[in-house]
């Protein structure tokens, strides 16, 4: 069985970070609050990702690759 593996880069982060993605180049993007309100959303597999205008805290990195979701939690300090 192959598993997808992203990597947050780093993590806890200022908001600015790398998504590394074992080399898959399409797929979504979606990153919540712990209160579900999306504050980021991408249609392509971006690999650098800019939060630092939201407040600092917990989020949560959704990944969908094909009928697959990732799910990470992200720390913005």
């Known amino acids: 069985m192959y598993t997808t593996k992203f990597v ?3 993590n806890p982060n200022s908001g600015r970070f790398k998504i590394e993605t ?3 180049q399409s797929g979504r993007i979606n990153i919540f609050t712990l209160f579900g309100e999306l504050v980021y959303h991408s249609e392509t597999l ?7 205008d939201q407040a600092k805290g917990t989020y949560f990195l ?3 690759v094909n ?3 990732y799910n990470q939690k992200l720390i913005v300090q």
């Open 46 to 52: 971006n690999t650098d990702v800019d939060l630092s």
């Open 67 to 69: 009928d697959q979701v």
């Open 22 to 24: 074992a080399g898959i």
């Open 8 to 10: 947050i880069s780093p």
């Open 62 to 64: 959704e990944i969908l």
